[in-house]
């Protein structure tokens, strides 16, 4: 027997939704009810006559009878949420008995009635299939969202959107050509999501697992087949046991650096060996135990890289892969790490005429655009005299860390010059320009020259980089988004690169300061937060990491 509560509103009622319980009164039922709500896609007219029997009882799956009778329920709240539409009034007062129900206690009968209740049995399971089917249509789609191709028209200086990235196929030019492809990666890290676990509480726990996003991630780098992969949070014991072996079945040749401090994930660089060879790695640790401002355990790694394809150039490409700190009030760190990645880049990118060769650095680098550091790394200079530390980032509206940049902001010993440069690969110069000189001359002249550097608030470095990407769309103004989980949606991973001068999708006034350099043919678009929630944001089931792959196609010109 059922419960008091539920004769009292009738026998035929149906009680649950998804642990939600949604109460629907069935005598008869308009074809127009619609499950609306968490279902979206059982947003379709019932397809079966719904007069149900007095023996009517409630099936398996509609959940124990506890469930609802623990539940608050009020029916005007479920009409005003549209979870679904009621027909036309079924009960007129609280006393009335339900319309099958009279007709059956005055013994009239309708045979058509009669017939749907033998067949209801048979109509239940059609419909349960149907949903079902439904469901695993939908489940199959849930979580796919399809991101085109844009490539550059250099002749007419416009911007193409394509499906297919070899369509760019039309520009003949004179020079030499040397075409590959780059994407930059932060993967997640399984020790620091499950350390983070706040930031995934949209997600699903089957698909946080490592064991179901590996196999995702190495199929997205499968599918985008980047000549060079710059990836951040590579956990260490991972890459060793898996993430290695199952790139170098791909063709790669892989250079890792794992975090200083025991740190569990670091950087890699993979490169296709049928389009690269390489001439040198270089890995940078941001970590000095005898400077208290570098007390964190970020790296870089950078890669002087040679085109292994015949062509006219010969020139090298450096890559570089960084991860820098996160902590949105700790600016001073943030810039302080750049600099000591752009020294490495100028000692390892100088050719022999004394030009730097083509770079390109990827990486997280935890600062929105627009941002004095984003502003540094694409102009070149920053005046940071009087910045506030919460503001190099830009990650928070409100900055908290209101503390004035110092001058210098980090101290002569780490041996980098306000120009991002190493002090010590420039003093034999210096030495061998004064060797006529006394002794104490020089260095009385150095010391001079690194005084007004103490005293200086401009850093600058020598390279004209531009970025890949735009960071907005330009029809709709709305920001592009390269990570998005529980708490944020922004951009923070980034492809820099030093154009050629003829590069049209390049920011203007490039400088000739390269041997020859590179033209962005085309990139993989990126979206909008809004995109990313209708697959419920980052990570989902088919792309399991919290940030986008990055990926940019370049054309290696000879000078």
Known sequence: MLPRHVQRLGRDCIAHWNGSQVLALNNPVSSSMRWAGHYPWASFPLPVPVDFSANWRFPQFF????????????????????????????????????????????????????????????????????????????????????????????????TKISDNKEADQSNTE?????????????????????????????????????????????????????????????????????????????????????RTGRKPDGCAICFKTSKFSLISSNPVEFFRHDIPLLDRDNVGLVLLLQPRLPCKTNAAVCVANTHLLYNPRRGDIKLTQLAMLLAEIASVAPQEDGTFCPIIICGDFNSVPGSPLYRFIKEGKLNYEGLAIGKVSGQEQFPRGQRILSIPIWPKKLGISQNCEYEIKRQPKEENAGEKCEAAKPEKAQEIVLASEKLSSKLQHHFKLSSVYSHYFPETGVPEVTTCHSRSAVTVDYIFYSAANDDTAAQPGAEDSFHGGLKLLGRLALLTEKDLWTVNGLPNENNSSDHLPLLAEFRLVER
Not at 65 to 78: A, E, G, K, P
Not at 92 to 100: F, K, N, V
């Open 174 to 258: 004179s020079e030499a050509k040397f075409d590959f492809t780059v994407m930059s990666y932060n993967i997640l890290s399984q020790n620091l999501l499950e350390d983070n676990s706040h930031l995934y509480k949209h997600c699903r726990q089957r698909l946080l697992i490592w064991t179901y996003r590996f196999p995702n991630i190495l199929q997205e780098i499968k599918q985008l087949d980047a000549d060079v992969l710059c990836l951040q949070e590579v956990q260490e014991d991972h890459y060793r046991t898996e993430i290695k072996s199952s790139l170098e079945s791909l063709g790669y040749h892989c250079e890792y650096k794992v």
């Open 63 to 158: 959940g124990p009878w506890r469930q609802f009778q623990s539940s608050n329920w009020q029916l005007d709240n479920f009409t005003q949420s549209s979870c679904f539409h009621l027909p036309n009034p079924v009960m007129r007062s609280e006393g009335e008995e339900l319309l099958t129900k009279k007709r059956r206690l005055s013994g009239q009968h309708d045979t058509s009635a009669l017939e749907e209740e033998a067949n209801f049995s048979n109509q239940k399971e059609a419909l349960c299939l149907s949903v079902a089917q439904n469901k695993e249509k939908h489940s199959s789609e849930k979580g796919t969202i399809k991101r085109h191709w844009e490539y550059f028209c250099q002749h007419n200086r416009t």
